[in-house]
């Protein structure tokens, strides 16, 4: 059966209607028109035509005469009630669920702009146009990526934040190993990698003063589940967490929590402590640490090396020709070095 894939695109946004219908298929078993119809309060037709925008998310809908409709795969969707369990009656953040946006970084900065509290959080079923650094496409998959931004107030300015993507990937690291997932590791500045491929990017946006206080937007996605189509899209090695999920799917609304009780851990004490505090676990967990690395700089220049590590300030030091060469965050893009034997 063929899907219709608006992937990157952008089409008009899915009707509330399909993710109401979705919820109800996302057991994967077999409901009737009928069914259906009665539960979300609509006509047959209206079925018909959420399925439609179903099957154009990308979403393989089986549709057997006299059973009715059946998703290829069941879905765990993101359960309010559920995150919030998990989080506790303590927890400094505030969510708010999307089914779907273009993306959550660039809802939240607006949201910041309106005055959105520290430790706002934006998570999305489907984030449809989520962004990269230099605005390069960050893909994921209706239900089976996490993606979210959270929102948090530094008193002090960008000047005083060097590091923080590194602390922020660290995190990350921090939590998908708690969450189970062995050989996980960082990529300078700031990727995530399970056995060296992309499992989960960050995206940090600010606002605010050179000397503070600043709003820094902090987007993470983590692949849950890709599909082929998807990873066919993305242009480096990647991988997904569905090594974790032999038997059940991988719950995204137990990943969130953890992703953010870890984030809330390492923010705290890089406002406390900078950088330098993190900086020992961050070269341990450093994929590349005295590897050969290839760095390519805004203007195309090419210059290989040895990675020696981080400095306290976050930025990557090189070894090239005996000499120690450190590489600040921005523009610049590494890769490992392919070594001929
Ligand atoms: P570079 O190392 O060249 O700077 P990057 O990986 O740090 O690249 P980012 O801007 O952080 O780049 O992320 C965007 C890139 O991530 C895309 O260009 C693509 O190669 C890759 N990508 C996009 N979607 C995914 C995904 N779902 N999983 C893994 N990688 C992805």
């Known amino acids: 059966m063929k899907t219709k894939h608006s992937l990157g695109t952008k089409l008009n946004p899915t009707k509330p209607i399909a993710y109401t219908l979705l919820r109800e298929l996302a057991d994967g078993q077999f409901h009737s028109g009928t069914d259906l119809a009665q539960k979300a309060g609509i006509s047959?037709?209206?079925?018909?035509?959420?399925?439609?925008?179903?099957?154009?998310?990308?979403?393989?809908?089986?549709?057997?005469?006299?059973?009715?409709?059946?998703?290829?795969?069941?879905?765990?969707m993101l359960d309010r009630e559920k995150i919030g369990r998990l989080l506790g009656e303590h927890s400094p953040f505030g969510v708010i669920f999307l089914d779907e946006v273009e993306s959550t970084n660039t809802f939240l900065l607006e949201q910041a702009q309106q005055r959105a509290p520290h430790a706002t959080v934006v998570v999305a079923e489907w984030q449809r146009g989520g962004r990269g650094r230099l605005n390069?496409?960050?893909?994921?998959?209706?239900?089976?990526?996490?993606?979210?931004?959270?929102?948090?107030?530094f008193n002090q300015g960008a000047g005083a934040l060097s590091g923080l993507s590194l602390a922020v990937g660290l995190a990350l690291v921090r939590a998908l190993q708690a969450f189970g997932l062995p050989e996980v590791g960082?990529?300078?500045?700031?990727?995530?990698?399970?056995?060296?491929?992309?499992?989960?990017?960050?995206?940090?946006?600010?606002?605010?003063?050179?000397?503070?206080?600043?709003?820094?937007?902090?987007?993470?996605?983590v692949n849950v589940s890709l599909d082929t189509t998807i990873k066919a899209l993305i242009n480096q090695p990647s991988a997904d967490?569905?090594?974790?999920?032999?038997?059940?799917?991988?719950?995204?609304?137990?990943?969130?929590?953890?992703?953010?009780?870890?984030?809330?851990?390492?923010?705290?004490?890089?406002?406390?402590?900078?950088?330098?505090?993190?900086?020992?676990?961050?070269?341990?967990?450093?994929?590349?640490?005295?590897?050969?690395?290839?760095?390519?700089?805004?203007?195309?220049?090419?210059?290989?090396?040895?990675?020696?590590?981080?400095?306290?300030?976050?930025?990557?030091?090189?070894?090239?020709?005996?000499?120690?060469?450190?590489?600040?965050?921005?523009?610049?893009?590494?890769?490992?070095?392919?070594?001929?034997?």
């Open 44 to 76: 047959r037709a209206s079925v018909w035509n959420a399925v439609e925008q179903i099957e154009a998310m990308g979403l393989l809908v089986y549709r057997i005469r006299g059973r009715g409709y059946r998703l290829a795969e069941s879905l765990l």
């Open 136 to 153: 390069r496409t960050w893909y994921a998959k209706p239900c089976g990526s996490l993606t979210f931004s959270l929102l948090w107030r």
């Open 186 to 221: 960082l990529k300078w500045p700031n990727d995530v990698l399970w056995r060296g491929q992309k499992i989960a990017g960050i995206l940090i946006e600010m606002q605010g003063e050179a000397f503070g206080p600043s709003a820094v937007v902090i987007g993470v996605g």
């Open 241 to 341: 967490l569905s090594i974790l999920a032999a038997e059940a799917a991988v719950d995204r609304n137990e990943l969130l929590a953890c992703l953010l009780t870890q984030l809330n851990i390492v923010l705290i004490d890089f406002e406390k402590f900078g950088f330098l505090a993190l900086k020992q676990e961050w070269q341990r967990w450093h994929w590349y640490q005295d590897k050969r690395v290839r760095m390519t700089l805004p203007s195309g220049e090419v210059n290989t090396g040895w990675a020696r590590g981080v400095d306290d300030s976050g930025a990557l030091i090189l070894e090239i020709d005996q000499k120690l060469k450190s590489y600040h965050s921005g523009d610049v893009s590494l890769r490992a070095e392919e070594v001929s034997s």
